[in-house]
């Protein structure tokens, strides 16, 4: 694993927590396997905060590509209100 800045670290983080991105675009956007991925929150997390995230992870079909039910994209609620030009309208 080829040294990471504290920034790459953060964005490594954020994205192994969020549900639908999977190892593989990590890996993809910075090199890490899977296995590096979970060697890296354990190196930069707590202990408790990394069981959870395991916890979490573990045996979730959204975090691999090849286990993934849905093509692409992401899921949008139909009682979310659209936005336009990225600005939410005044009310």
Not at 29 to 49: A, C, H, N, T
């Amino acid at each position: 694993m080829e040294e990471l800045d504290s920034i790459a670290i953060d964005r490594i983080i954020e994205m192994a927590w969020e549900d639908r991105t999977t190892f593989e675009s990590i890996e993809f956007q910075f090199g890490l396997k899977e296995q590096e991925v979970i060697d890296l929150m354990r190196k930069e997390m707590k202990l408790k905060s990394f069981k959870n995230w395991r916890k979490r992870v573990q045996g979730r079909k959204t975090k691999h590509e090849k286990l993934r039910t849905f093509a692409q994209g992401r899921f949008k609620c139909t009682r979310q209100r659209s936005i336009s030009n990225n600005t939410i309208s005044k009310r």
